[in-house]
DNA sequence: TTGTAGGCGTTATCAC
DNA sequence: GTGATAACGCCTACAA
């Protein structure tokens, strides 16, 4: 064996057959002489040939890397969909290649332009809240890049959408808390513009419209998806002449802030405020007391993600229905945050 | 211009040059007329050309990826260390590619082989707690792959390595205890085999013999670095007879887990125990009390990789001492969970 | 069923 | 300084 990695012309040699006929065998080729076949398998064992992903790449004219391009906020959740997509991944000659970008620099987009036009990618998911937005989908069409947006409510074309149902599982959960007998309820919303916060607003309103309850004025508090808001939050609530009983946070992370500012007033949960968060990274169950959250299935619709992009991939393979699912739905998950109100 | 992206070809046909021209005005050759520099440069800029990265890597026998192995349980730990490989990795060719595994999987080598044989990653950047293992790194030295090893305490050469100096401030944290009037310290400690759970262990040792200090029969408790094994060992440490007025956790999610521990009997974070951890991921802040810790500097850690990994690439640049680096300091952050014990 | 010739887009060699 | 020519390792088309 020369210096170096042994390549198809070493195994062709060694075989004594001829390049294509190793390629053929790579392949999986059907037509191939059962007797050549294991010839060949012996050699490239024998001699631990590896096809060179780079020279496959530049021969297909088409390369082996899935992006997942996100700016979230959260390192539990971008953590999971990672897993996800590695799942949707395992056992395909795919690899995970992961791009944070920064929402508010001014050269994101020159930046994921570059990404995609040097690497270009076989395809990427754009997670929330980024893939909210218009601007890097027109991107990846533009540069001929496919895409699958992860978000809260459906934001294109199904077979370039995997989502939650965010609106449903709020009513979900607050009708709950009507159940417990809470009336006195208040939301802490998202930041403007992101549409799981529009969502999940849109499920808080649905679920006390259906009850027949009212929205008290200045019960919707300004959060910013971020701890700090959530404590922010939590004050211009808690310090309201007649105060909520029960508040709904649009994640888990303003939650565990509003729970910090009903500590610091010396309330405890869920005695004197009951508290629902969501998303239902580890934080929720760790914090005191175990938060009441929703469960949001990222892994899940990363998985799927990962599916749908490489999906046209599988030339022979009838188009798998289970690969066409889009909607998944999020679950509450009850734990302690939250019980009757205090009369 | 045909169909598809452009290529180096239509460069040069109309510029009028030679492929190796517009090859030596890609890669910066300083012997090319400025003329004809400007010349090209213009038809690039025009036609928008972008090289195709998987040619480059097949005609240079080498590529631009750069691998994160990891099977570190927390989310955002790693996610810092991602986000450091990328400001390393910043304005240079390479990209990063993220591989997760499972340490308990029986096929993690077999994976991790097949990952580093089919990909041939540049280099890759080996995260604790495998990084301890030497299982891997041998892997990499096998299949001829550069790797850095990111520890609690040397692990390799120096040019292998980036490394917390974990006994070092863990030290200084338990002294901050012994300041505050403590003398009943216990500690949840880290799993067995883990070389950061060796190293805090060490300095907490060193920290009590060094002010008299007797650690007391019982006052050490087995953790997993997990949350709930962080409860199990403060019910273990707080049911004793005359229990510890202060804990230091060896992560911050055992820390977590004897804060609810305490809370559980109804003991008052700092006033009836002081509690310390380590990490500094954004648990610590968002517990109740904010949590005082050790902030372990994964982020700088793995800029400093990622540019050990490059470091050869950039040929003409002497030896930049800034890449030498490979110990960095921990830091304490003081933060409410301590205050003296209850006479 | 297998082999030959040629191409994918880039860089290295070595003349001019 | 610049340009033919031949790699790099694999695949497709077309023959045989």
Redesign the interface.
């Known amino acids: 064996m020369k210096s170096?990695?042994p390549t198809i012309n070493d195994v062709a040699r060694i075989a004594g057959v001829s390049k294509k006929t190793v390629s053929r065998v790579i392949n999986r080729s059907p037509l191939l002489h059962v007797a050549t076949r294991a010839k060949v398998e012996g050699v490239i064992a024998e001699i631990g040939f590896?096809?060179?992903?780079?020279?496959r790449?530049?021969a297909l004219?088409r390369?082996f890397l899935i992006g997942l391009i996100h700016d979230n906020p959260n390192?539990?959740t971008?953590?999971?969909v990672?897993?996800g997509m590695?799942q949707g991944l395992r056992d395909t000659?795919f690899?995970?290649?992961?791009r944070?970008v920064d929402r508010h620099s001014p050269e994101m987009l020159a930046d994921v332009r570059r990404f995609l036009?040097?690497?270009?990618p076989h395809g990427v998911l754009l997670m929330p809240p980024i893939a909210e937005n218009e601007a890097l989908p027109a991107l990846c069409r533009e540069v001929g890049c496919r895409y699958v947006r992860m978000g809260s409510a459906v934001l294109d074309t199904p077979d370039r959408t995997v989502a939650s149902n965010d609106s449903h599982v709020v009513v979900e959960a607050v009708a709950h808390l009507i159940a417990q007998g809470h009336a006195r309820i208040a939301i802490i919303a998202g930041p403007d513009g992101f549409l799981s916060a529009a969502e999940r607003r849109k499920g808080f309103d649905s679920a006390l419209a259906a009850a027949g309850i009212a929205l008290l004025p200045g019960f919707v508090a300004a959060g910013a998806y971020t701890?700090e808001s959530g404590i922010a939050a939590g004050d211009q609530l808690l310090d309201l002449p007649q105060p909520p009983t029960a508040i709904f946070a649009c994640n888990d992370?303003m939650a565990?802030?509003a729970?910090?500012a009903a500590?610091r007033r010396g309330l405890s949960v869920p005695e004197d405020l009951s508290l629902i968060g969501f998303d239902d990274?580890?934080?929720a169950?760790?914090l005191?007391p175990p938060l009441t959250t929703v469960r949001w299935p990222g892994m899940v619709l990363a998985r799927q993600a990962a599916r749908k992009l490489i999906a046209d991939t599988f030339v022979d393979a009838e188009a798998d229905p289970a690969d066409e699912r889009w909607l998944f739905e999020s679950q509450l998950v009850l734990r302690d945050s939250v019980a009757p109100p205090r009369r």
């Open positions: 170096g990695k590896v096809p060179n992903p780079q020279a790449a530049l004219r390369n390192a539990q971008v953590l999971n990672q897993q590695l000659e690899e995970l290649i992961v944070p036009e040097c690497q270009r701890f992370e565990a802030g729970l910090h500590r990274t580890g934080l169950a760790h005191w």
